[in-house]
């Protein structure tokens, strides 16, 4: 029952972290922070009903300096006194990290080829997202309880850039997207050439539309790399 609920919640938290980015709070906490720790929550229980392998020494010291980390960054704001919202703020970004180390606690010995395939579609999809957008002359789109538009004009207008971000708020981190995306098409991508190459070449296009030099070259070195 346990493991029925984390595996659904697992495909569920990809959606919303790699795909459709939705904010609970405008611009604090995301969707996928509360399922993620949702899961988390579930993974401790599953491992208290049937119990943990042993772990390796190098890995119990990996985990004791993630969840070091974790913890100088949840405890910094609350020493600095700097207020709820960045305290919600810090739990946004140690969720990541620690469901991390759960999932591979927890994904231990199964075969992960079909989640692997699942999180390669909706990276493509994410990317497919952006274009569309493009198309419609918007650079930005934030989903939550403020909806947020901005056009490509008000991005020229403000940095000077005929760039997009899609579903993402920087064009930063929209590069790093693209290349997921496209480590994770050429890895896991269709056996057919032609849906391949075609999925290669609207990454390469969307990319190009971030007006971001570096993805562009970075998606070139992982590409020829690949080959």
């Known amino acids: 029952m346990i493991k029925n609920i984390i595996d659904k919640l697992i495909y569920l938290y990809f959606f919303f972290s790699l795909f459709l980015i939705v904010t609970i ?19 401790l229980l599953h491992k208290f009903r049937y119990g943990i392998n042993r772990d390796s020494v190098k890995y119990v010291i990996f985990k004791i300096l993630v969840y070091s980390f974790c913890l100088y960054i949840i405890m910094l704001p609350i020493i600095e006194n700097s207020g709820i919202k960045f305290i919600v703020y810090s739990f946004n970004k140690i969720i990541p990290l620690i469901l991390m ?14 989640l692997k395939k699942y999180c390669s579609n909706l990276f493509f999809a994410g990317v497919v997202v952006a274009l569309i957008l493009f198309i419609f002359k918007i650079a930005y789109l934030q989903i939550g309880l403020k909806f947020e538009k901005i056009s490509i004009y008000q991005n020229m207008s ?27 098409n ?39 790399l690949n080959y």
Request: proline share 0%; with cysteine; charged share 15%.
């Open 101 to 114: 180390i759960q999932l591979i606690d927890y994904f231990k010995g199964k075969n992960l080829q079909a």
């Open 158 to 184: 403000t940095f000077s850039e005929y760039r997009i971000s899609g579903l993402l708020s920087h064009k930063s981190r929209f590069g790093l997207y693209c290349i997921l995306t496209m480590m994770m």
């Open 186 to 224: 050429l890895k896991y991508a269709n056996s057919k050439k032609v849906y391949r190459l075609i999925k290669i070449l609207i990454i390469f296009i969307t990319s190009f539309m971030s007006d971001s030099l570096t993805t562009f070259l970075a998606l070139i070195v992982v590409f020829a």
């Open 25 to 43: 709070k405008y611009e604090d906490l995301y969707l996928s922070t509360i399922i993620g720790f949702i899961i988390i929550v579930f993974i």
